[in-house]
């Protein structure tokens, strides 16, 4: 099976600007989680979707924001754009979903990595 | 909120040394999982334990929940070069809530 892939996997974005970030989970995975990655601040929850529901969500402010589509695909959001928000943004998806992200095996996508200018 | 804490950020060992990494918890979870993340990748699933004073082995590796399911360590014995990355273990506060990840511990290995 195919990993998960994530598009695109670099971006440069200015300040104020909005970005959308995709994810295609592996086939048959539905939940997607969303984490953003920094040095400071490690890995850190965003939300998790299961069957295009948000079932969890991170401690981020509402310029985060994500979806999940019926075939599983999701994107997420992030609109005025700042400097902090630069970070590696991974996706990950679980075969199992009615447990919870918590319960269950996470297999991450490659990342994208968002700089902020 | 909940915090699962992890100790040391950064451990140095030459090659054949053993290594571990701590895994504190603030609240009791429902499982821990330990994942490896490479210079340059992403996490990677390693091991998930569920159960109070669960051990398990992968070869060189040794993964330990404690009894009251708020700590657990990751041992690597005889490290090697392939060993080297940040080992996270994340938890959850039960069932139906997000992962929370440790900030992780970078391990390097000189041969």
């Known amino acids: 099976k195919a990993g998960v892939t994530q598009t695109p996997r670099y971006l440069i974005k200015t300040r104020g600007q909005q970005v959308t970030l995709s994810c295609s989970p592996i086939s048959g995975h539905r939940s997607v989680s969303w984490y953003q990655q920094t040095p400071g601040q490690g890995l850190q929850f965003l939300f998790e979707?299961?069957?295009?529901?948000q079932r969890n969500k991170g401690n981020f402010p509402g310029r985060f924001s994500g979806r999940q589509f019926s075939n599983s695909r999701s994107e997420m959001n992030v609109s005025t754009l700042e400097l902090g928000d630069s970070a590696l943004y991974l996706c990950?998806?679980?075969?199992w979903g009615s447990g919870g992200a918590g319960a269950y095996e996470q297999y991450f996508g490659p990342g994208t990595r968002l700089t902020v200018t | 909120g909940q915090q699962v804490m992890q100790i040391p950020q950064y451990q140095h060992v030459q090659e054949g040394e053993d290594f571990t990494t701590y895994c504190n918890s603030s609240?009791?979870?429902?499982?821990i999982q330990w994942y490896k993340q490479r210079p340059g990748g992403h996490p990677v699933f390693l091991i998930q334990l569920v159960k109070s004073g669960e051990v398990k082995k992968q070869k060189r590796l040794t993964f330990q929940f404690g009894e009251a399911k708020k700590n657990s360590s990751l041992h690597i014995t005889a490290t090697q070069t392939t060993d080297v990355g940040t080992y996270f273990c994340?938890?959850?506060?039960?069932?139906?809530?997000?992962?929370?990840f440790g900030k992780g511990t970078t391990l390097s290995v000189s041969s």
């Open positions: 979707y299961f069957s295009e529901t």
């Open positions: 994340a938890g959850a506060r039960q069932a139906g809530t997000a992962l929370i």
């Open positions: 990950a998806s679980s075969p």
């Open positions: 609240t009791t979870l429902s499982n």
